[in-house]
């Protein structure tokens, strides 16, 4: 599910790819992609939730390449549901990527806080 919020009169692009699995992970992953060239709006801030998604290597591949295409379109981006090797795995995309402006949370509140803050 990809939808824009509104969080202390920013807007936020919330995209939540919870409890998804390899398949429809790489599915989803292009289904953003679209989404977010296709709106034409640049400096996205977006919260990105992970919780309980089960991913492999084909995903993260992906998953990368996603996210370097969209580095022009995307400002800042809180992670949600990332543990264990997944925390992990965002270093190495932050690093692969250049998308310094990626953060992990454990509590949204926060994560929207810290993605509205000047």
Known sequence: MTK???YQGTRVLL???SGLKED???KAFLEVEAFIINSGVKNIIELV???DTYTNMSAFEQLKRTSAR???YVGRTAVLGLSGIKVTLLDI???VTG???MRAFHD???ALKWLVAK
């Open 4 to 6: 824009w919020i509104d």
């Open 15 to 17: 995209i939540d790819y």
């Open 24 to 26: 429809a992970l790489l």
């Open 49 to 51: 939730d992970f919780t």
């Open 70 to 72: 969209l580095k022009p």
């Open 93 to 95: 995309l932050v690093r």
């Open 99 to 101: 998308r310094s402006t």
């Open 108 to 110: 949204k509140e926060l």
